[in-house]
């Protein structure tokens, strides 16, 4: 399994969050679990987690290749969103 993480500095990341999912939740699945709300993209997914200041994702897959579309997919889409806000997607991967 392919991992990724990357830690978002946010004042308001449960609006980015929210955002997120809904624009993504038009193409994608999603799948509200206790730590988050999940963004299935493909076969891979993405957990957003809350926390005070940041909004943490939490990117999953079977392969390299498919983990590096859905951290394009949602990483990209919030640097998007957050651009005004110099919002910095920053994806550290995980053995």
């Avoid at 038009?26 to 509200?32: E, N, W």
């Amino acid at each position: 399994m392919a991992c990724s993480t990357a830690n978002v500095t946010t004042a308001t990341p449960g609006r980015y969050a929210k955002q997120l999912a809904s624009h993504l939740g038009r193409r994608a699945k999603l799948v509200s679990e206790a730590e988050g709300e999940r963004i299935v993209v493909g076969d891979g997914s993405c957990l957003l987690v809350l926390t005070e200041n940041q909004l943490v994702l939490k990117a999953t897959a079977q392969d390299d290749l498919t983990l590096a579309r859905v951290k394009d997919v949602v990483g990209g889409h919030l640097a998007r969103f957050g651009s005004r806000d110099g919002l910095l997607v920053n994806w550290v991967d995980h053995d």
